[in-house]
């Protein structure tokens, strides 16, 4: 079990040419120079030319630490957040703790932020949920990212990048089943994106709350079976959360099982009839929110742009379809005849999803691979239902997606626990009614 806080390294830019920023405040080198204000950082073969605020090369090498001094902070330009999904953007993001630059071979770099857990723990639950959330949510979150961060890392095992490893499952013919798992990042622990968990470093701290949060949890942890819990969230689960098994690995993990968003057992999806009646419905459960005043609190801004998380509906033209399946896939399905849910876990969510043509027929699964395969961007979730407009010869012109939840509905929903919260529940209520037999723990 963990005894003392661990210091956690953070990819913040990768694959890049150059890097631009400014010290905001005096760092040193290693070598004890000191450096201050706007800097750029070239790559070229596995060595960087580093440039001040003056425009000197300051040093030319191939890894660079650069130590703050008390209080002192760094930015960073043109960072990447929401990387390939639909709020996708660039934005100037400021850091505290240590940079470290580091050249490779092919000609590229690496920003990485070395900082303490529990400082990192602030700017993630900030980053994930607006820092003017709910206090009991703050918390909450803060032992369900400390869990899973610590979890990830006692496994060995560390996220990946999704596009390069993703892993497969005894696919049959014909058949494509993958999902992305926990493979080691080459040069750090995690990385600052949704992928792993979301840290945009100071720039998203505008309360106290957001330190108040990890401080009154410093040390806590997620736990069953003597073991750290690997805690998954999600933003909003659509009233009934998924199980592990039917997103990641084929073991499932007891914590990590469905259960429905609200005070009152819900039935697990399992027909197509039932699917339609769910995803049509609106049941009372806690993610069902339309407070626009709580969203506001609890959502950054690039989120609050999403308003239809609980229930939404995507229309595609029969041709747009095609291009994008083509477009993602490599594989030319020719004129679209039908999208079918073969097989649904609990929440609605589908697990195998086979899409028919005039020239192909191929399966396709798990729930992120669906997703992918269907957006240019990803869809909101895999739980949906799919309807058909023809024409007159019996050929779609039309299909109409309508779907729950926003994300893979495993674990903590986001917009579901701040309901909780808004409502009077506690962080430990939060958590165990999403972790079902897990306890809490404070390890140091």
Same mark, same amino acid.
């Given at each position: 079990?963990?005894?003392?806080?661990?210091?956690?390294?953070? $990819?913040?830019?990768? &694959?890049?040419?150059?890097?631009?920023?400014?010290?905001?405040?005096?760092?040193?080198?290693?070598?004890?120079?000191?450096?201050? +204000?706007?800097?750029?950082?070239?790559? &070229?073969?596995?060595?960087?030319?580093?440039?001040?605020?003056?425009?000197?090369?300051?040093?030319?090498?191939?890894?660079?630490?650069?130590?703050?001094?008390?209080?002192?902070?760094?930015?960073?330009?043109?960072?990447?957040?929401?990387?390939?999904?639909?709020?996708?953007?660039?934005?100037?993001?400021?850091?505290? $703790?240590?940079?470290?630059?580091?050249?490779?071979?092919? $000609?590229?770099?690496?920003?990485?932020?070395?900082?303490?857990?529990?400082?990192?723990?602030?700017?993630?639950?900030?980053?994930?949920?607006?820092?003017?959330?709910?206090?009991?949510?703050?918390?909450?979150?803060?032992?369900?990212?400390?869990?899973?961060?610590?979890?990830?890392?006692? /496994?060995? $095992?560390?996220?990946?990048?999704?596009?390069?490893?993703?892993?497969?499952?005894?696919?049959?013919? +014909?058949?494509?089943?993958?999902?992305?798992?926990?493979?080691?990042?080459?040069?750090?622990?995690?990385?600052?994106?949704?992928?792993?968990?979301? !840290? /945009?470093?100071?720039?998203?701290?505008?309360?106290?709350?957001?330190?108040?949060?990890?401080?009154?949890?410093?040390?806590?942890? %997620?736990?069953?079976?003597?073991?750290?819990?690997?805690?998954? !969230?999600?933003?909003?689960?659509?009233?009934?959360?998924?199980?592990?098994?039917?997103?990641?690995?084929?073991?499932?993990?007891?914590?990590?099982?469905?259960?429905?968003?609200?005070?009152?057992?819900?039935?697990?999806?399992?027909?197509?009839?039932?699917?339609?009646?769910?995803?049509?419905?609106?049941?009372?459960?806690?993610?069902?929110?339309?407070?626009?005043?709580?969203?506001? /609190?609890?959502?950054?801004?690039?989120?609050?742009?999403?308003?239809?998380?609980?229930?939404?509906?995507?229309?595609?033209?029969?041709?747009?379809?095609?291009?994008?399946?083509?477009?993602?896939?490599?594989?030319?399905?020719?004129?679209?005849?039908?999208?079918?849910?073969?097989?649904? &876990?609990?929440?609605?969510?589908?697990?195998? %999803?086979?899409?028919?043509?005039?020239?192909?027929?191929?399966?396709?699964?798990?729930?992120?691979?669906?997703?992918?395969?269907?957006?240019?961007?990803?869809?909101?979730?895999?739980?949906?239902?799919?309807?058909?407009?023809?024409?007159?010869?019996?050929?779609?012109?039309?299909?109409?997606?309508?779907?729950?939840?926003? +994300?893979?509905?495993?674990?903590?929903?986001?917009?579901?626990?701040?309901?909780?919260?808004?409502?009077?529940?506690?962080?430990?209520?939060?958590?165990?009614?999403?972790?079902?037999?897990?306890?809490?723990?404070?390890?140091?």
């Amino acid at each position: 079990m963990i005894t003392q806080e661990q210091k956690i390294s953070v $990819g913040i830019l990768t &694959g890049k040419r150059s890097v631009r920023g400014r010290f905001n405040g005096p760092f040193h080198l290693e070598d004890g120079r000191w450096v201050d +204000g706007p800097f750029s950082a070239q790559a &070229g073969d596995d060595r960087m030319s580093f440039v001040d605020s003056a425009g000197n090369e300051v040093i030319r090498q191939g890894k660079l630490r650069f130590i703050p001094a008390e209080q002192s902070t760094f930015t960073l330009s043109d960072v990447t957040i929401g990387i390939r999904f639909h709020w996708e953007q660039k934005q100037e993001l400021t850091f505290q $703790g240590d940079l470290v630059l580091m050249a490779h071979a092919d $000609g590229t770099m690496t920003a990485i932020n070395e900082i303490d857990l529990e400082d990192y723990l602030v700017s993630v639950i900030s980053s994930e949920m607006g820092a003017t959330a709910p206090l009991e949510l703050l918390k909450a979150h803060a032992i369900t990212s400390r869990s899973w961060l610590v979890s990830i890392l006692k /496994q060995g $095992g560390k996220p990946t990048d999704e596009a390069v490893t993703p892993q497969r499952i005894s696919p049959q013919a +014909g058949e494509i089943s993958k999902w992305y798992g926990r493979e080691e990042h080459a040069f750090f622990d995690v990385c600052a994106d949704d992928h792993c968990q979301r !840290y /945009q470093g100071v720039t998203r701290i505008i309360s106290h709350d957001a330190r108040d949060a990890v401080q009154a949890t410093c040390g806590v942890y %997620l736990v069953y079976g003597g073991n750290v819990c690997d805690a998954r !969230y999600h933003k909003a689960c659509g009233g009934l959360t998924e199980n592990f098994e039917n997103v990641w690995e084929e073991t499932p993990i007891p914590y990590l099982s469905s259960i429905s968003d609200s005070a009152l057992p819900s039935s697990p999806i399992q027909t197509g009839e039932e699917a339609i009646k769910w995803i049509r419905s609106s049941p009372e459960v806690y993610c069902n929110t339309t407070d626009v005043n709580l969203m506001q /609190q609890i959502l950054p801004s690039f989120d609050q742009e999403t308003t239809d998380f609980f229930r939404w509906k995507v229309v595609y033209a029969r041709k747009e379809l095609e291009a994008i399946l083509q477009e993602k896939t490599g594989i030319d399905f020719g004129i679209l005849h039908g999208l079918t849910a073969l097989e649904r &876990g609990p929440s609605g969510r589908i697990i195998r %999803l086979m899409i028919e043509g005039s020239k192909e027929c191929r399966i396709v699964g798990k729930e992120l691979e669906i997703r992918r395969w269907l957006s240019r961007s990803h869809l909101y979730s895999s739980a949906f239902i799919v309807s058909r407009e023809v024409n007159p010869a019996g050929v779609p012109i039309r299909f109409v997606l309508e779907g729950a939840g926003w +994300g893979h509905g495993v674990g903590l929903c986001q917009i579901g626990a701040a309901v909780m919260a808004a409502r009077g529940f506690s962080a430990e209520d939060i958590l165990r009614h999403y972790f079902r037999g897990a306890a809490l723990q404070k390890c140091y």
